[in-house]
Nanobody, 112 residues
Framework: QVQLVESGGGLVQPGGSLRLSCVAS????????MSWSRQAPGKEREFVAT????????NYRDSVKGRFTISRDNAKNTVYLQMNSLKPEDTAVYYC?????WGQGTLVTVSS
């Protein structure tokens, strides 16, 4: 059974940091690109970042470049999203996806 389970969301003040994790199971994790997307209230889901199977190639949406870092640990079947210098506009449900599968999402709220 293919499954993606996100964790690490929460409430953080502007300028703060969070690290999201996504644990994968049911497929050969290291063979697939993995991505993070987000959906803010009342808005469409949007791409945030992606990483190749070996972790050697990454890509980000412009608004998070220099603040967010995507990484993976293939030994742990886990992909991470380190988020620094968070802004209120980063508030959203963050989803992990790969192997044509989506996780359930984890809520990130940036507010003072």
């Amino acid at each position: 059974q293919v499954q993606l389970v996100e964790s690490g969301g929460g409430l953080v003040q502007p300028g703060g940091s969070l690290r999201l994790s996504c644990v994968a199971s049911g497929f050969t994790f290291s063979a697939y690109w993995m991505s993070w997307s987000r959906q803010a209230p009342g808005k469409e889901r949007e791409f945030v970042a992606t990483i190749s199977g070996a972790g050697s190639t990454t890509n980000y949406r412009d608004s998070v470049k220099g603040r967010f870092t995507i990484s993976r640990d293939n030994a742990k079947n886990t992909v991470y999203l380190q988020m620094n210098s968070l802004k209120p506009e980063d508030t959203a449900v963050y989803y992990c996806n790969g192997f044509s599968t989506w996780g359930q999402g984890t809520l990130v709220t940036v507010s003072s």
